[in-house]
């Protein structure tokens, strides 16, 4: 029966740091994943050019129920320490926008990178292995798996989260936790698009592929991104943003006009300069027409001189506070991230080892510790694997 040192269940983002670090420890280590190759999520990410962290990657802007558990790996492996690694092997980057970096080529660079420092380190990859049972036997663990019994001294689990189901995702790191003990905080998809029911379904359905710079607050988090019109609804940078703060019921509110710090006085002048101009052209300046004749109506047609004082301030309300009311989001089908996971509670901070199971890890994803949308998750995914490859 195969014996290794340290055995890590998933050649994702957090897996293969965790390997390598270990191996760079003289550890022997090897890697298994169900998939047929490594890093399917990192080859997708950032429109294939992966988005592989971000400048401004600090604790306090992750989700977390105990926001202090994710201060200690993201301190010690810091967005410069990974930036130092892409550098290293040559790998040609810049910053596109608000701190994320993207490889200048494709993302595979970053598989590539990764996989060469495993190899450096003399870590074993295995794919096409499905692990069926994990098994505590005295101070080893025991996997059964598609290529047979293997045993290990410590056990990493880095297999993801609930998202993109298509890509492999699946419930194994929870049910393991489960297994051994550990809670579960309640999941839900994060960084998804909202879905809407009738009437807004048909308005918003009316106005797919239109795009507007707002600011999209929920649960008491601003974002100032795009907002982007779907045929199923909305999604856009600061609508997935603000998803990840959704529960259902909540509503979502939008300034339509970020750059208009006072829209009545700006509307007052607008009726006294052009006077006979509609509403729908005036407002047509400030934000997409098509949509300033779809929150206006039959008013679209009238001139501005016609509104009074009451009704502007009542219009220039609404575009400062449009306040919409989802259905749902799109399901881990589309979401990029799961919110919520392992309770940290049951992990140590500086190590991400199983308080009730010694030499049991959890890593990434599975882990109730979610960032914003731009490399922040695999920021997440390199501190937390770092860490853990640091002792496993």
Known sequence: ??????????????????????????????????????GKKILISGGGRCNFTNLHAVPDVYISENPHFPISAL??????????????????????????????????????????????????????????????????????TAKGIMESESLVVATGGLSIPKMGAT?????????????????RPGLVPFTFESPALESFAG?????????????????????????????GPAILQASSYWHEGDPIEIDLIPKIADPVAHLADQRERHPATVLAYVLGAMIPRRLAVDLTGPDSTAPIQSFSNAEITELSHMLKHWTIWPHDTEGYWTAEVTVGGIDT?????????????????????????????????FQWAWASGFAAGQVA
């Not at 297994?179 to 999941?187: A, H, I």
Request: hydrophobic residues 40%.
């Open 207 to 235: 106005l797919a592929g239109l795009s507007a710079d707002t600011i999209v607050t929920c649960g008491g988090v601003a974002w100032r991104e795009n907002i982007l019109f779907t045929h199923r609804g909305l999604s």
């Open 345 to 377: 509670n049951d992990l140590s901070s500086r190590t991400m080892e199983s308080r009730a199971t010694p030499g049991l890890y959890f890593i990434g994803e599975a882990v109730d510790v979610t960032g914003p949308l731009g490399g922040y998750n």
């Open 75 to 144: 301190s010690r492996y810091t967005s410069t320490d990974f930036i130092a690694m892409i550098e290293q092997h040559k790998i040609a980057y810049h910053e596109k926008k608000l701190g994320q970096l993207f490889c200048d080529g494709g993302a595979g660079q970053v598989v590539d990178m990764l996989v060469s420092e495993c190899e450096a380190a003399g870590v074993e990859i295995i794919t096409s292995c499905a692990v069926t049972d994990v098994a505590r036997e005295d101070s080893s663990f025991r996997l059964t």
């Open 171 to 187: 419930g194994f790191a929870h049910t393991l936790a489960r297994q051994f003990g550990l809670r579960v905080t309640e999941t």
């Open 1 to 38: 029966m195969p014996t290794y040192d340290t055995i890590v269940i998933g050649a994702g983002a957090a897996g293969l740091m965790c390997a390598l670090e270990a191996g760079r420890r003289g550890r022997r280590v090897l890697v298994l994943d169900h998939a047929d190759a490594v």
